[in-house]
């Protein structure tokens, strides 16, 4: 698959808003291999096609998500991951209706591995900016884009808590399932003005977040009773991997909407992520043969049916979902 044409990469750049962090300057030369800050002469790298401006540093996150070897939603079908499958179908349905022609520039801020730029892109935005700090997860969007031949979508591994855009750039934001991991050491509002800080007047952000009391539902289906304690009594639990453990915040539906107001943000829409899949998954998992089903296209269409029946902005919400526009 040849590599996305240089001129391409330049345009995009230079519509990104992008700011070096070290001299905040917005002059850019970019070849194959970098690009050039014209302010400061500093370089940052291309690797495998993402824009390295991390420093090669990692936050905790990236370090948690890395020992899971990145993450994996682009593509996951019902059968590899009922839970994946379902919130990704539930997510697009949700932005295309918020967004039913492509209109100007897109932030996809914490991508993950990009199921939403890929969304994105393919639906026209230009240019598609997608960040993100684990950089494997970045390597395989990259891969994906050049796949589908896409050419409007920019990849850079950097520091979301100090994104290196010009404020009020994008006309829209995405931002799907990234605040909560930044709450306990920001706080709520300050995790929340930062893809607020980077959207016009006028434009619109699209966000989830986990559901305090819907997640303690899906805990409390599992028996982990440590989170369901801990996000009852402090709004917070353990995302866990096999060999590390982070502490989230996760808001309720009112102190999430409270927020988002008091930031002069307005809810033009509400909608919700079903539990009804996260419950399906555990119990699946921990039913033996011969009574666990199989995975198939028949049970992909009760569960999807029974997902959309139940996906409301309810406090047993799996995510809370909202369009927002910024006054």
């Known amino acids: 698959m040849p590599e996305v044409p240089f001129d391409m990469e330049m345009s995009i750049l230079e519509a990104s808003g992008l700011k070096c962090p070290v001299c905040k300057g917005a002059a850019w030369t970019v ?14 790298p291309f690797d495998d096609g ?37 919130t990704t179908r539930r997510y697009r349905l949700f932005v295309d209706e918020q967004f039913p022609k492509a209109n100007g520039s897109l932030l996809d801020f914490g991508c993950g591995d990009g199921r939403l730029s890929l ?70 509002i300050p995790a929340l003005a930062l893809p607020h800080s980077l959207l016009k007047p006028g434009g619109v952000l699209v966000l989830s977040e986990m559901s305090r009391y819907g997640r303690s539902l899906v805990d409390l289906t599992a028996m982990d ?53 996260g419950i399906f998954d555990f119990a699946w ?16 269409r009760i569960i999807e049916e029974l997902d959309e029946q139940t996906s409301e902005a309810c406090n047993l919400a799996r995510n809370i979902l909202l369009a927002l526009k910024k006054t």
């Not at 905790?60 to 020992?67: D, G, Q, R």
């Not at 709004?235 to 996760?250: A, H, I, M, P, Y």
């Not at 998992?285 to 992909?300: A, C, G, H, I, N």
């Open 31 to 44: 070849s194959d291999e970098s690009a050039l800050c014209l302010s400061c002469a500093v370089t940052y």
């Open 50 to 86: 993402v824009l390295r401006m991390d420093g090669g540093q990692k936050d905790p996150t990236s370090e948690f998500y890395a020992t899971l070897g990145a993450s994996h939603f682009v593509d996951a079908t019902f059968a590899e991951n009922p839970v994946i499958h379902c």
């Open 119 to 188: 969304w994105a892109a393919e639906k026209g935005f230009s240019p598609v900016v997608a960040i993100d700090s684990n950089l494997a997860s970045l390597k395989s969007l990259v891969a994906k884009g050049r796949h589908c031949g896409l050419s409007n979508l920019l990849v850079i591994s950097c520091n979301v808590t100090n994104p290196p855009f010009a404020k009020n750039h994008f006309d829209a934001v995405l931002c799907f399932e990234v605040l909560y991991y930044l709450v306990l050491s920001l706080g709520r």
């Open 225 to 277: 009773m440590t989170n369901v304690r801990a996000l009852v009594e402090s709004g917070t639990r353990w995302e866990k991997s096999n060999t590390d453990r982070l502490e989230v915040f996760q808001w309720s539906p009112a102190e999430l909407k409270s927020d988002c107001q008091q930031l002069g943000l307005q809810i033009m829409r509400e909608s919700g992520v079903s539990p009804i899949a």
């Open 285 to 300: 998992k921990f039913t033996s043969y011969p009574l666990r089903p199989v995975l198939d296209q028949r049970l992909q």
